[in-house]
């Protein structure tokens, strides 16, 4: 099975943008689907970005549109999530998923098997 392991979390400021990374290991991951999550403090988990395992196609709910991107470097076993023109309510735990079925079925967490231990990004105004 996948583990996978965030990174590139960090203090910056409003209007900075961030590139986030997760690394897998143990697993084909180009079998598998990504996506990444976020929790902000006192909030539910909620979906940011989502691709499929070859990375062609990308989902991301109404409110990521624009600012987020996600992409998948299966030669790397790596999917970043790109974050432009940062506000403090993007504070939160990122985390990255994975599911094995390598499809996008939703961005309910129930459809994502894998779950890395999330990387802070705290931003300030």
């Known amino acids: 099975q996948v583990q996978l392991v965030e990174s590139g979390g960090g203090l910056v400021q409003a209007g900075d943008s961030l590139r986030l990374t997760c690394t897998a290991s143990?697993?084909?991951?180009?079998?598998?689907?990504a996506g990444w999550f976020r929790q902000a403090p006192g909030k539910e988990r909620e979906f940011v970005a989502g691709t499929t395992k070859n990375g062609g196609t990308t989902y991301y709910p109404d409110s990521m549109k624009g600012r987020f991107s996600i992409s998948k470097v299966n030669a790397l076993n790596l999917v970043y999530l790109l974050i432009k023109s940062l506000e403090p309510e993007d504070t939160a735990l990122y985390y990255c998923?994975?599911?094995?079925?390598?499809?996008?079925?939703?961005?309910?967490?129930?459809?994502?098997?894998?779950w890395g231990q999330g990387t802070q990004v705290t931003v300030s105004s």
């Open positions: 143990g697993g084909p991951f180009s079998e598998y689907a």
């Open positions: 998923a994975a599911n094995s079925d390598g499809i996008f079925y939703s961005g309910r967490e129930y459809h994502w098997d894998y």
